[in-house]
């Protein structure tokens, strides 16, 4: 029996893969493409790759430990919520992604899905890759437009590299809806608080040379293994504050944390899953003083 790695690959491969080479090739552009066959390099490789394409960005000097665990959290979740789309961006133009992408910007007048072409459209195609980013999307009213055509989506979609980026709008403060169901991104420049411990060297081969095409996420596959009972120990500091988690933002964290234990050691993958999953959620829906509180107890625990 086939693995859902080895579908998805081969799904890519007969679909939107071929289609892309062709047309990056009549441009006259020489694209290696990355598959699970000879041309296949590590994260590592590619994270190396990804850090010399911000040399002149505002994320010129982003170590590689946090791009690691930027691109852990945009590979693990199928839809996520961004401060900002800039980092985002560089990371599917590293890739080779640019080509599948679609933009759209909420309006406050979407009330039903259907208001929504593109996001309709996402629910609904097979194309894969696909990236569809919703700009200033809780401008929208979300139990309308959104919610009712992503979260069926959310719980049934399969393959890693069909995604929603959901871009929130300044001074907007409807985002509390949205982040107990999606993960949340707002570091400031793609910075963590802490910078994370790297539990082995991140070895890499000599920076390949672009451009790319990486076919499928899924030829980084990885084996999570989910164990909620090693959360004890976050579930007390919360419930000391009296804070009880939806079970949403527990497995987003969960699924985060085992990721990032991969390469870094455990207090690192503790401390920057809860700053993705669970401090947006306190922050938004609780408030930023129960925020301040848990982060300094975090801190006394796993700083």
């Not at 911000?54 to 010129?60: I, T, V």
């Not at 959901?166 to 809806?177: R, T």
């Not at 455990?266 to 899953?273: T, Y």
């Amino acid at each position: 029996m086939q693995s859902k790695q080895g579908k998805e690959i081969s799904r890519v491969n007969e679909k939107i893969g071929r289609k892309f080479l062709a047309a990056s090739s009549s441009e006259g552009k020489s694209i290696r493409k990355i598959d699970s066959g000879k041309n296949l390099f590590s994260e590592v490789d590619f994270i190396k790759f990804w850090q010399t394409k911000l040399a002149a960005s505002p994320f010129n000097g982003l170590q590689s430990d946090d791009l690691l665990v930027i691109h852990l959290f945009f590979k693990l979740f199928k839809c996520f919520i961004l401060s900002d789309a800039t980092l985002f961006d560089s990371w599917l133009e590293a890739l080779g992604w640019k080509k599948v992408v679609s933009t759209c910007v909420a309006q406050p007048t979407w009330i039903r899905g259907e208001d929504c072409s593109e996001l309709s459209a996402m629910c609904t195609s097979e194309d894969s890759p696909t990236i569809l980013k919703v700009q200033n999307f809780n401008s929208a009213m979300l139990e309308g437009y959104l919610f009712p055509l992503i979260l069926p989506w959310y719980s049934t979609e399969e393959f890693v590299d069909r995604k929603v980026a959901l871009i929130s709008a300044p001074n907007e403060d409807s985002i509390k809806d949205a982040v107990f169901h999606f993960p949340f991104m707002e570091m400031k420049l793609g910075k963590l608080e802490h910078s994370p411990v790297l539990s082995k060297d991140l070895d890499a081969n000599k920076i390949p040379e672009g451009p790319f095409f990486i076919s499928t996420l899924a030829i980084w596959n990885e084996k999570q293994t989910l164990n909620y009972e090693e959360n004890r120990d976050i579930l007390n500091i919360l419930n000391s504050e009296d804070i009880e988690l939806p079970p949403i933002v527990l497995q987003n964290y969960t699924r985060l944390k085992s990721s990032l234990e991969q390469y870094f050691d455990l207090n690192s993958a503790i401390f920057a899953a809860f700053q993705l999953t669970i401090l947006p959620w306190i922050k938004h829906c609780k408030n930023e003083i129960y925020a301040d509180q848990i982060m300094q107890n975090m801190r006394a625990v796993y700083g």
